[in-house]
Structure formats: structure tokens, C-alpha cells
């Protein structure tokens, strides 16, 4: 029962729901133990022989009316407990989504989108089953159990004695089996997690399989997967299975007990008939609540199981957050200093960037040019602090940029990563995403300077067209200049291309860049790129080498040096001419 204490507040925000519901329970198992006393009353009235057609009727009709309030006060406890359940999970799987939307990228990279996805299904809905059933299951072991075993001794106190004796032997089997249960139920959740991991993963790549024709490889896969958690099932199920009989045979054994020593009290008229059979309601009474117990530590250790795993989530915490020396801040002007950044993941052995000293003025075009390997897009993380970087080497308009709100921060960047995201919606909505007050003109136009606007007017749906998962339905240049006019629209001071024009021809990065040629005007950029033609409109240019600022200049002086700039850039005018020549040789 610990790992519920992380909901705390949720049963507090709950408290009359739960409390009302738990009230109508209360009075349903109170009204369910006056049943077996009116029959009681019956039977020793026909066995006296005073019975009349009209005192059987007033029987007949207390047990109505107690039927009736039986299922007005059932429908009250399941409208209130269950539906206090139903919110506490609505919150918890927002919270689970919201918590995780806080953690770093660092976290998704080592942690697989299936488990994410189990966590947010199966484990959410056995915390449910537990706080719910689970709850309703463990009072009327409870209520339902102390109350009938009360009636039961006040009809007879030895009989009751014998009639629980198997009991003690019943929470002791009852704590084994638990215990058991709890540990086969969490590999079960991770077993249905890599499963459902599996089938994302396979349908994420679907066309990759069938390019190489391997749908029976990976059904095999699959297959397999599904026997192991079909046997992680059973063996769920074993020890589930053997539970129920053992408490039905003791449940029998103390039908048997009473039978023998209740059927002699009976003979000897130490109790009425009408008390024996009472008594024998009684005891089948019990048995739900024995059987309850059951039902109640089945779902609660697996409800306790799954939240564990949810609090392992939960106890994450993000390495990138705002520090208590936050500053409140405007959007930022665009100035950007770099002092001595050294940057390492992990155990800091591996040195990513070196010593980097740097000013990037406001307004400043910059271009980061290098090899494939020495830092590029990890500079551009760091400066987007999407990476951590270190404390004291990093500035924007003079501000350290851990005391910089992260707000502020990403909204004045306006960032276009090397791997483009799209979601599964329409084109306006992903263009519209970083500013969903977007006017359709002003959409319009940042697709137009993405040089995507055509485009997307020539699909039947325009910009309501509804693209696949990732932009599946996209070419990777439309994804790119989607992307690159999502940034454009909220027009922040500082723009960042980390090789966001790779997937498109030569000619349409011209275009494109012609026009940001007027958007970039009063903005600091930060463009990666490996084509020539950002390069020859770069105020200036860095080259790193192995994480380091190897050379600093403009086109023409870098060019002049005949260093590694060189080599790169005539390399790279060799490959665009051979392009240029293919495409002739297509058209």
C-alpha cells in the first residue's frame, strides 16, 4: 500500500466522492445481513405453525424493499467510488504525460517508447482496478465480514467458533499467494511493454521491412514475443488459479463444520430452525468476503505493482530545469558569448567541444562549418540548451544562461533541428505549432518564405491536408521546409538551421534562402550547413575540427588560407556540380 502515497492529494481532492460512496457500501452490506433474519423469522413462524398468508406477505415485502434499497444504494457506492476512480486516473495519466514532457531528451534516448506507452496503458488502469474494485473488494472483506460474523454470534457463539476455524489459514495462504502474485505481475508489465514496443517499432518501420522483405522475420519476432507474455500470463494465472480453490474448500469445510455441529443444536433445540438457517446465510455471506479477500490482494498487488513502476517514472527528475536564480526576462535581444565551453556526456572522458571562445554579435550571420563528427549539431543543443551545458560558459545579451528562464529562452529561439518532426495532423497545424494564435495570412506567409507554399496548394486538401505520422506522406525536403516554417512564424530574435536544408536541391535552397534573406535582417543566426551557398552569405565563419575552433573567418579569408575550409568547401563544389549534372541528365 505505500506506493499509493504518491496519491495522496488525489484522494483528498476526492474525499466527498470516495467518503459517499463508501458510506452507500457500508449501508449495502448492513441491508444485505437483515435478509437472512427475516428468513429467520419465516421459517420459525411456519415451524410454530402461527404463520398466515398475510405475515408471510409482510415477509415477502420486507425482503422487497431491503432488495430495493440493495440496488439503489449499490448503484450510489459504483456511481461515486468508481467515478472518483475513473477521475484519479484521468489525473494520473495527465500527470504521468506532463512529467514526462519535463524530462530531458537524455532520459528518451535510454528508455523505449513501448514501456512509456505501457506505463501510460496497463499500468494506469491496474492502479485504477485497485483503487476501485480494489478498495470496494477489501471493505466488504471488512465491513461485510466483521458485521456477518456478529450476526453469526449472536445466534450462537461456540457454532461461530467452529464455522471460522479455518480462517487464520486463510490470511496466511492469502499472504503467500500475494506476495507471489505481486513479483509475477511486474514482469508481466514488462514483458507486455517490449511487446508493445515491438509492434510500434515494426509498424514505424513497415516500409523499411518491405523493402527488404522481411515480413516473416519480423512476424517471427513478433511471435515469439507474444508466447513469452502468453507464458508470463499463465503463470500469472497458476497462482491466481490455485488461490480461489483453496479458499472455497475451507469456505466448504466451515458449510461442513456447520452442518454437523448446527444440525445437532438443531435436533437437541438448542437453536430454532429459522436460526440455522439463518446461520447457514450467514456463513454463505461469508464466503464472499472470504473470496473478496482474494479478489481484493489480486488487484491491489497488481494496482501496487504498476505503481510502483509509475513512481520509478515519477522519482525521474529533468536534468535541464530553471534554477532558483531565474531571471524574468523579455525575449532576448540576440548577443551570444561562449567563454572556454568545454562539453562532455557522461563520465567526461570523451570531449565533444573544446576550450570554444566565441562572440556572436546581434544581428550576426554565422555558419558552422565541419567535418561530419566534430560537434556541430551538439553545439547548436548546447546553445539551444537543449543539451546541459556547463555552469558560467555560456551568455545571451550577458546573462548566463542558467539564469535565463527556459521559457524565455526557447521562445526566442527559433530552432530547426537536423532530424525534422512532424505530427500526425494537418500542415497548418504543424506550421502553426509554436503559435497557435497564427492568422491564416500569417501562416501563409512563412510557408511562402519556406518556399513550401506551392506545394502544399497543389495537394487536394491544401493546408487542412492531413499528413501521416512523422510527415510520413511528406518527402524529407517538405518536412524540412514545414519545419523551417514553423520557426519562421514565431519570429524570434535568434534562428538556428542545424543542417536544416540537407534533404532539398540545390535551386530550392536558393530559393529559400533568398528568401530569409529579408526575415534574417535584425536577427542573430546560427546556420550548419555542408553547401556552398549559405557560406558565401555568412558575416562570418567558424570551422570546427575534433571539437575545436580550428579556423574563424569570412568566405574569402578562410578560402585564401588553403586550410580545412578549403578542402571542404571545394569538395563540396565538386559534389553540387555533379548534382547540377545529374538533374540536367534527368530533366
Known amino acids: ?25 457500508l449501508i449495502v452490506d448492513v441491508l444485505q445481513l437483515f435478509i437472512p433474519r427475516v428468513i429467520k423469522y419465516a ?20 425482503v422487497f424493499l431491503l432488495a430495493l434499497g440493495i440496488g439503489g444504494f449499490r448503484y450510489v457506492w459504483r456511481n461515486f467510488l468508481l467515478g472518483a476512480a475513473r477521475r484519479i486516473e484521468k489525473t494520473l495519466r495527465d500527470r504521468l504525460f506532463i512529467h514526462l514532457q519535463t524530462l530531458s531528451s537524455s532520459y528518451f534516448s535510454h528508455t523505449k517508447i513501448g514501456d512509456l506507452m505501457a506505463h501510460a496503458t496497463n499500468d494506469v488502469e491496474a492502479v485504477r482496478m485497485a483503487m476501485s474494485m480494489g478498495v470496494v ?134 437453536i430454532s430452525t429459522g436460526d440455522f438457517v439463518a446461520f447457514l446465510s450467514y456463513l454463505g455471506l461469508l464466503a464472499w468476503p472470504m473470496m473478496a479477500l482474494g479478489w481484493a490482494i489480486n488487484v491491489i498487488q497488481r494496482g501496487g505493482a504498476s505503481m510502483d513502476r509509475l513512481n520509478r517514472i515519477f ?53 558552422v562549418a565541419g567535418r561530419t563528427g566534430s560537434g556541430k549539431t551538439v553545439f547548436c543543443n548546447l546553445v539551444a540548451r537543449i543539451l546541459e551545458p556547463p555552469q558560467g560558459y555560456l551568455f545571451f545579451d550577458g546573462i548566463e544562461i542558467h539564469e535565463i528562464p527556459l521559457e524565455v529562452l526557447r521562445r526566442s529561439l527559433g530552432y530547426v533541428p537536423q532530424d525534422t518532426f512532424l505530427f500526425s495532423d494537418t500542415i497548418r497545424e504543424n506550421i502553426a505549432f509554436g503559435k497557435l494564435d497564427a492568422t491564416d495570412k500569417e501562416i501563409e506567409e512563412a510557408a511562402r518564405l519556406a518556399q513550401i507554399y506551392d506545394e502544399i496548394m497543389g495537394f487536394p486538401e491544401g493546408m487542412n491536408t492531413v499528413i501521416g505520422e512523422r510527415g510520413i506522406t511528406l518527402s524529407g525536403g517538405q518536412r524540412q521546409r514545414i519545419a523551417i516554417a514553423r520557426a519562421i512564424l514565431m519570429d524570434p530574435p535568434i534562428f538556428i538551421l542545424d543542417d536544416a536544408l540537407s534533404s532539398v536541391d540545390i535551386q530550392t535552397e536558393e530559393r529559400i534562402l533568398e528568401g530569409l534573406e529579408k526575415f534574417l535582417q535584425g536577427k542573430t543566426s546560427i546556420l550548419i550547413t555542408h553547401r556552398i551557398a549559405p557560406l558565401r552569405r555568412a558575416d562570418r565563419i567558424i570551422v570546427l575540427e575534433e571539437g575545436k575552433v580550428a579556423e574563424m573567418g569570412d568566405h574569402n579569408t578562410l578560402l585564401s588560407k588553403g586550410g580545412i575550409y578549403t578542402d571542404l568547401y571545394w569538395q563540396r563544389q565538386l559534389e553540387e556540380e555533379l548534382e547540377r549534372n545529374n538533374t540536367g541528365i534527368m530533366e
Open 315 to 367: 522519482a525521474e527528475t529533468p536534468e535541464i530545469f530553471d534554477s532558483s536564480g531565474a531571471i524574468p526576462l523579455g525575449p532576448l535581444k540576440g548577443r551570444i558569448d561562449i567563454k572556454g565551453l568545454t562539453f562532455s556526456p557522461g563520465d567526461g572522458r570523451n570531449l565533444i567541444l573544446q576550450n570554444i571562445h566565441l562572440t556572436v554579435k546581434e544581428r550576426e550571420r554565422l555558419v
Open 1 to 25: 500500500m505505500k506506493a499509493f502515497k504518491t496519491l495522496k492529494n488525489d484522494f483528498i481532492a476526492n474525499r466527498w466522492q470516495i467518503l459517499i460512496g463508501l458510506i452507500a457500501l
Open 137 to 270: 473488494f477489501l471493505v466488504d472483506t471488512i465491513i461485510l465480514g466483521v458485521l456477518t460474523i456478529f450476526f453469526m454470534i449472536y445466534i450462537h457463539p461456540r457454532l461461530t467458533l467452529f464455522a471460522i476455524l479455518p480462517m487464520p489459514l486463510i490470511t496466511l495462504i492469502t499472504l503467500l499467494f500475494s506476495r507471489a502474485i505481486h513479483r509475477r505481475f511486474e514482469i508481466l508489465q514488462k514483458t507486455f511493454a517490449s511487446l508493445t514496443e515491438r509492434v510500434r517499432e515494426s509498424i514505424a518501420g513497415i516500409r523499411v521491412i518491405k523493402a527488404y522483405v522481411l515480413e516473416e522475420r519480423e512476424g517471427k519476432k513478433l511471435s515469439q514475443l507474444s508466447q513469452d507474455y502468453i507464458q508470463k500470463n499463465l503463470n500469472v494465472t497458476k497462482v491466481w488459479g490455485m488461490f480461489f480453490p483453496i479458499i472455497l474448500f475451507f469456505s466448504n469445510l466451515s458449510m461442513a463444520i456447520v452442518l454437523y455441529a448446527g444440525g445437532k443444536l438443531t435436533i437437541f433445540q438448542s
Open 43 to 62: 421459517i420459525d413462524d411456519l415451524t410454530l405453525g402461527i404463520f398466515s398468508p398475510f405475515r408471510l406477505l409482510l415477509y415477502g415485502l420486507e
